[in-house]
């Protein structure tokens, strides 16, 4: 559901869980490899040059930057997939989607660890998100990742994120004075 501006909101677990943010980083750092890999191959960098025409996705960046807004952000974090020019980051994002790193759950995406990042999932999610390419106004071709993402406006998703950290506030708050009593 695309909408003008579009922005995703993020969520990931208040628990400390290392492992599983390794693992994570491990599988994006993964897919940005085999990512290289499938651009060596100039007949698929052909077909899917529109997806790096003003800048090669760097999905291990970021997925850092993710992890960064998550964990800056009190685990919950608004991100404007369009925060330049180039539209960079939509691409990156919708990647990360179709490879299965990032998984929707209710209004939020989370980040998530695929049984397996292959090459051939890293080709068939580039094609995914190439097929969101439509003819802008003035005739240019135009990567377009949020026709497949779960956006909500600037205002929509700043109120939800405010109120989702409002509400794990008050169920932190509520369970430390349980187990206190």
Avoid at 75 to 89: I, K, Q, R, S, T
Wanted: charged fraction near 20%; proline fraction near 4%.
């Amino acid at each position: 559901m695309a909408t003008a501006n579009p922005h995703v909101l993020l969520e990931m677990s208040d628990e400390p869980d290392c492992r599983f943010v390794a693992a994570w980083l491990t599988e994006a750092a993964e897919a940005q490899t085999l990512w290289s890999q499938a651009l060596n191959n100039r007949r698929f960098a052909d077909r899917v040059q529109l997806l790096y025409t003003d800048g090669i996705p760097d999905l291990a960046a970021a997925a850092l930057e993710i992890l960064g807004e998550l964990e800056h952000h009190c685990h919950v974090a608004a991100l404007d997939l369009y925060p330049d020019e180039n539209g960079l980051f939509s691409i990156e994002f919708g990647l990360l989607v179709q490879l299965g790193l990032l998984v929707v759950v209710g209004p939020s995406y989370w980040i998530a660890v695929p049984e397996r990042v292959t090459l051939t999932a890293v080709k068939l999610a580039a094609f995914d998100v190439l097929s969101t390419a439509e003819d802008s106004s003035d005739g240019v071709e135009v990567v377009q990742p949020e026709r497949q993402l779960q956006t909500l406006s600037a205002t929509e998703v700043e109120a939800r994120r405010l109120r989702l950290i409002m509400m794990r506030r008050f169920g932190a708050s509520t369970h430390h004075h349980r187990s206190i009593h």
